[in-house]
Structures are given as structure tokens and as C-alpha cells.
Nanobody
Framework: QLQLVESGGGLVQPGGSLRLSCAAS????????IGWFRQAPGKEREGVSC??????SYADSVKGRFTISRDNAKNTVYLQMNSLRPEDTAIYYC???????????????WGQGTQVTVSS
């Protein structure tokens, strides 16, 4: 059974950093695209970043501040978030789908989400 479990969320001051983790089980990352999405209260869900065997991508709103990476040995994907802003406050979801690239990515499997709050 494919499962995604996020961790690492929390409360951080503006300008601070957090690292989110997405632990995958029931499948190996090699053949899957992993994407991070977020949803803030009253706003539409937004794609944040994506990683695949052929590369990665970022939303314009997080470029230069967020870094996605993966550890195949641990079957885990990370999202390093630096220079956090209040507008980054949201529930962050890890997602997965079979595929080779981030272009046209449509998530199939979702984690339960982890809350990130950026506030002073």
C-alpha cells in the first residue's frame, strides 16, 4: 500500500527556515514523481515544487528560497524552506504519481499534510 507521511512543519518567525520530510512506503522513488503542494486558508491549492528522475521545478513564489531533494536510500523527499515569509503559511502536502518528469504533473497519492506557520 502506497503511503506518504509528511513531517517537519511548525511555527517559525519570518526569515527563518524549516525542512519538511516526506517518507514514502509501499513504493520506491525511482519510478515516481514527487510533488509538494500547499493550501492556505481561503486560498486555492498551489503547487510548490516537484522532483523526478529527470529534474525538478519550483513555483515562482518560492524560487531561490526553497530546495527540493531526495534520498533514495531512505525513500524520502525533503523540502528545505529558507527565508520564510508569512505568505508561506499553509498546510503542505506531499504527493506522488508514476512518471518521469515534472512537466504536466498530476498527483495521484496524497499525504495527510503538515502545518507550516510563519509568524512573529
Amino acid at each position: 500500500q502506497l503511503q506518504l507521511v509528511e513531517s517537519g512543519g511548525g511555527l517559525v518567525q519570518p526569515g527563518g527556515s524549516l525542512r519538511l520530510s516526506c517518507a514514502a512506503s509501499g513504493f520506491t522513488l525511482d519510478y515516481y514523481v514527487i510533488g509538494w503542494f500547499r493550501q492556505a486558508p481561503g486560498k486555492e491549492r498551489e503547487g510548490v515544487s516537484c522532483i523526478s528522475s529527470s529534474g525538478h521545478s519550483y513555483a515562482d513564489s518560492v524560487k531561490g528560497r526553497f530546495t527540493i531533494s531526495r534520498d533514495n536510500a531512505k525513500n524520502t523527499v525533503y523540502l528545505q524552506m529558507n527565508s520564510l515569509r508569512p505568505e508561506d503559511t499553509a498546510i503542505y502536502y506531499c504527493t506522488a504519481a508514476l512518471g518521469r518528469g515534472c512537466s504536466g504533473y498530476v498527483p495521484v497519492n496524497w499525504g495527510q499534510g503538515t502545518q507550516v506557520t510563519v509568524s512573529s
